[in-house]
Nanobody
Framework: QVQFVESGGGLVQPGGSLRLSCAAS????????MGWHRQAPGKQRELVAN???????IYATSVQGRFTISRDSAKNTVYLQMNSLKPEDTAVYYC?????????WGQGTQVTVSS
C-alpha cells in the first residue's frame, strides 16, 4: 500500500498563493507519474496537473499559467505551486500517483480561496 503525506492546504485570499506538497512511499512501488486532482462541492473530480518521470507536465486549461507542478524524484515528492488563486480554485486537492501496481490516491487537503 502507498502511504502519502500531504501538506500545504489552507485558507487564502483571492490573488494569493499556496504551495502543496505530497510525499509518497511504499515498499516495492515504482512511482511513474505523480500529480494532483481536485474536487469542489457538487462537482466531479478533475485533473489539475500531472508530471511524469522525465519531467513532462500536463495542466488543466483553467490553471495553466498560474500553477506550477514540480517533482523531487529522489524523495518521491510532488509539489504544486499555486499563484493568483481564485475563488473557483476552492476544492479538496488530492495527490495521486500511477505506480507499477496501479493508481493510488492521497487523503486530500482542503484549499479555500475566499476574502
Amino acid at each position: 500500500q502507498v502511504q502519502f503525506v500531504e501538506s500545504g492546504g489552507g485558507l487564502v485570499q483571492p490573488g494569493g498563493s499556496l504551495r502543496l506538497s505530497c510525499a509518497a512511499s511504499g515498499s516495492g512501488f515504482t512511482f511513474y507519474s505523480m500529480g494532483w486532482h481536485r474536487q469542489a462541492p457538487g462537482k466531479q473530480r478533475e485533473l489539475v496537473a500531472n508530471i511524469i518521470i522525465g519531467g513532462r507536465t500536463i495542466y488543466a486549461t483553467s490553471v495553466q499559467g498560474r500553477f506550477t507542478i514540480s517533482r523531487d524524484s529522489a524523495k518521491n515528492t510532488v509539489y504544486l505551486q499555486m499563484n493568483s488563486l481564485k475563488p473557483e480554485d476552492t476544492a479538496v486537492y488530492y495527490c495521486n500517483t500511477q505506480t507499477n501496481r496501479g493508481l493510488a490516491w492521497g487523503q486530500g487537503t482542503q484549499v479555500t480561496v475566499s476574502s
